[in-house]
C-alpha cells in the first residue's frame, strides 16, 4: 500500500494529559503561559519535521470551538502544511472556515453534509462505508493527492484508531512540565484494550531535547 508516513505530532502533560479537563481546550495552558512553550514548539516541529499536511478529528475541533481561549501573541503557523485534513466520518461540522481544508469523510455519509462541502467548495475525499472512515484507504488516497508526510494531532480517538491499525510511522511528543492527572482527563491514545503484551506498540527513541521552557521533546521511531 502506498500511502504517506504518519508522524503523531502533539504535546502533554508529563502524565500524558492533553487537555486540563474533558471539554476543556488544551490552548488555554498556553494562554496561561504554563506549557513550557510546548505548544509553540509542536507547531514549529510540523516544520522541522517536513509534514505536508496536518491531520485533526472533528471531536478535537468541537471541543476546541465550544471552549475557545484567546491568546495574546499567535502561535507559529506551519509553513510547508499544503492542508488542514479533517477526518469527520459523521459528517457533524457545519464548516466556517474553509481556506486550506480537506475533509475526509465516508462513502455513506449523508447527501446533506455533502452539499454542505460542495457548496461551500471544501475539497473531500470519501473512504469506506462501514461505521467508520476506512484510514487505510483514506491515506491511500491522500498519497494519490500528492502528499508524502502527515503530522497527526487529533483527539484521544482519532490518534487510537490510527495506533491500533499499524498506521503511525513516528511519535513526536513534547513533554509540557505539568501534571494533570484524572482518570477521565482525556490522553494522548485511547481506543481499545490491548489483550496481549505481544500488542504493545514498540519505540525506538530517535532524539530528545530540553527546551529552555522547561519542556522535553521525545522524537520516536515505530517499530515494525
Known amino acids: 500500500m502506498n500511502r504517506p508516513t504518519v508522524i503523531l505530532n502533539i504535546f502533554s502533560s508529563v502524565d500524558g494529559k492533553t487537555t486540563t479537563a474533558r471539554g476543556?481546550?488544551?490552548?488555554?495552558?498556553?494562554?496561561?503561559?504554563?506549557?513550557?512553550?510546548a505548544h509553540e514548539l509542536t507547531n514549529r516541529l510540523?516544520?522541522?519535521?517536513?509534514c505536508d499536511g496536518l491531520i485533526s478529528g472533528s471531536e478535537t475541533l468541537m471541543v476546541f470551538g465550544d471552549h475557545w481561549v484567546e491568546l495574546d501573541k499567535p502561535l507559529y503557523e506551519p509553513q510547508?502544511?499544503?492542508?488542514?485534513?479533517?477526518?469527520?466520518?459523521?459528517?457533524?461540522?457545519?464548516?466556517?472556515?474553509?481556506?486550506?481544508?480537506l475533509v475526509v469523510t465516508k462513502e455513506n455519509i449523508s447527501k446533506e453534509y455533502l452539499e454542505q462541502l460542495e457548496d461551500k467548495g471544501i475539497s473531500y475525499i470519501q473512504a469506506g462505508?462501514?461505521?467508520?472512515?476506512?484510514?487505510a484507504l483514506a491515506l491511500e488516497k491522500?498519497?494519490?493527492?500528492?502528499?508524502?508526510?502527515l503530522g497527526l494531532s487529533g483527539g484521544a480517538g482519532?490518534?487510537?484508531?490510527?495506533?491500533?491499525?499499524?498506521?503511525?510511522?513516528?511519535?513526536?511528543?513534547?513533554?509540557?512540565?505539568?501534571?494533570?492527572?484524572?482518570?477521565d482527563t482525556p490522553s494522548i491514545f485511547d481506543g481499545e484494550e490491548i489483550k496481549r503484551l505481544e500488542d504493545v506498540v514498540k519505540l525506538e527513541l530517535l532524539d530528545v531535547k530540553k527546551t529552555e521552557g522547561g519542556s522535553?521533546?521525545?522524537?520516536?521511531?515505530v517499530k515494525e
Do not use: C
Open 142 to 149: 491522500l498519497f494519490d493527492m500528492g502528499f508524502r508526510k
Open 24 to 37: 476543556r481546550n488544551v490552548t488555554e495552558w498556553t494562554a496561561a503561559e504554563i506549557d513550557g512553550e
Open 46 to 50: 510540523y516544520d522541522e519535521l517536513d
Open 216 to 221: 522535553v521533546w521525545l522524537h520516536y521511531l
Open 129 to 135: 462505508s462501514g461505521e467508520h472512515i476506512n484510514l
Open 158 to 183: 482519532i490518534n487510537g484508531a490510527f495506533l491500533r491499525q499499524g498506521l503511525i510511522d513516528e511519535i513526536s511528543l513534547t513533554l509540557a512540565p505539568l501534571a494533570i492527572g484524572g482518570s
Open 80 to 101: 510547508k502544511s499544503r492542508a488542514y485534513i479533517v477526518f469527520d466520518g459523521r459528517g457533524r461540522i457545519n464548516w466556517y472556515q474553509t481556506e486550506g481544508l
